[in-house]
């Protein structure tokens, strides 16, 4: 959906409407609903992307804050950065380090042939990850206490 298209507008007409006329709650619902048609209307099949990044950065950040051990939290956190990151550089850079290993063998005189895979770039997977992965990080310094509702920490 581009935001100069008649369609965003609409959408846009929409949730403004909605959310002016709704309780707090259901406006939260209805943001968050809106939120994942906007983000799925290019493509739905990136939702799981977002589906995981949530849940995982709002559970390993409860289990920081509910733990005392360092260590465990130290292990939440480096859950948290790996995932995040490994999704990241999955999306973002795996054609770029594909072909460059590709080419280090090829210097060296090995011929090889790693199957091409086009992956598709979601928009804004850097911006979300960052998002994510900053705000388990904030809980793990302490400077922030973590929601206990995944509904306001999705939205």
Do not use: C
């Amino acid at each position: 959906m581009l935001f100069n298209s008649y369609t965003f507008w609409t959408f846009f007409a929409v949730v403004i409407l909605l959310y002016r006329i709704l309780p707090h709650k259901q406006q939260n619902w209805m943001l968050l609903g809106a939120s994942y048609v906007f983000y799925g209307w290019w493509d739905w099949a990136f939702l799981s992307l977002i589906l995981i990044v949530t849940v995982l950065n709002y559970l390993t950040a409860l289990g920081v804050a509910g733990s005392d051990d360092i260590k465990r939290r130290k292990l939440m956190v480096g859950l948290s950065v790996a995932v995040n990151l490994g999704m990241l550089g999955t999306f973002k850079y795996f054609g770029f380090f594909a072909g460059e290993f590709v080419s280090l063998l090829s210097s060296i005189g090995l011929t090889v042939s790693l199957p091409s895979v086009q992956i598709v770039l979601p928009v804004g997977i850097s911006f979300y990850t960052f998002q994510a992965m900053s705000y388990t990080i904030d809980v793990y310094r302490g400077d922030t206490t973590p929601t206990r509702n995944l509904r306001d920490f999705a939205l």
